[in-house]
Antibody, heavy 121, light 107 residues
Framework: QLQLQESGPGLVRPSETLSLTCTVS??????????WGWLRQPPGKGLEWIGS???????YYNPSLQSRVTISIATSRTQFSLNLTSVTAADTAVYYC?????????????WGQGALVTVSS | DTQMTQSPSSLSASVGERVTITCRAS??????LNWYQQKPGKAPKLLIY???TLQSGVPSRFSGSGSGTDFTLTISGLQLEDFATYSC?????????FGQGTKLEIK
């Protein structure tokens, strides 16, 4: 059974970089069938797609965040990560990693449990 | 960006009822529309993709329809475990955007 688990600091200071890692177990990031994505949900608000990465390392991002975000796959090939620079309070959210089977359409079928990241001094 | 608008924002219903939630896209998205269920403190769960394809393991009381700009999620015969927030998502073109959510509450 595929499982995803987010990890990283729960508190980040304004203007610093938010870094999260998603560990994938029960499956391989290296399969050329899947994309792997990051999404977030501010408290009490709707979901926002941040970006997705293919096993090859090719990534695409939400234009609203593109200047600040990087998604990468770790050399271990069991983890992928999110870096978001110059954070503000507006970046406070639950961050999710998820799998996209990337068939003829895109959707997220497996999700991590989520990691709350608070931006505060 | 494609804006997704759900209606209603909240809905009260009783066990056994049939309910319909609507999602409208600001431009045509063909059938690139997904539905998710989310319970408090939990990650979203995929219910339906490509407008009407039921995800494996999802009960058949959930169904989706629509194409272009107008879509619906129908739950036939509400069960207690169905009371949750439902969100639509378009994946026709990035950025993949979500509706604001519809909270389904027990009447």
């Amino acid at each position: 059974q595929l499982q995803l688990q987010e990890s990283g600091p729960g508190l980040v200071r304004p203007s610093e970089t938010l870094s999260l890692t998603c560990t994938v177990s029960g499956g391989s990031i290296s399969s050329n069938t899947y994309y792997w994505g990051w999404l977030r949900q501010p408290p009490g608000k709707g979901l926002e797609w941040i970006g997705s990465i293919f096993y090859s390392g090719s990534a695409y991002y939400n234009p609203s965040l593109q200047s600040r975000v990087t998604i990468s796959i770790a050399t271990s090939r069991t983890q992928f990560s999110l870096n978001l620079t110059s954070v503000t309070a507006a970046d406070t959210a639950v961050y999710y990693c998820a799998r996209d089977p990337a068939r003829w359409t895109h959707y997220f079928d497996y999700w991590g449990q989520g990691a709350l990241v608070t931006v505060s001094s | 960006d494609t804006q997704m608008t759900q209606s209603p924002s909240s809905l009260s219903a009783s066990v056994g009822e049939r309910v319909t939630i609507t999602c409208r896209a600001s431009q045509s998205i063909s059938r690139y529309l997904n539905w998710y269920q989310q319970k408090p403190g939990k990650a979203p769960k995929l219910l339906i993709y490509a407008a009407s394809t039921l995800q494996s393991g999802v009960p058949s009381r959930f169904s989706g329809s629509g194409s272009g700009t107008d879509f619906t999620l129908t739950i036939s015969g509400l069960q207690l475990e169905d009371f949750a927030t439902y969100s639509c998502q378009q994946t026709y073109s990035p950025p993949y955007t979500f509706g604001q959510g519809t909270k389904l509450e027990i009447k």
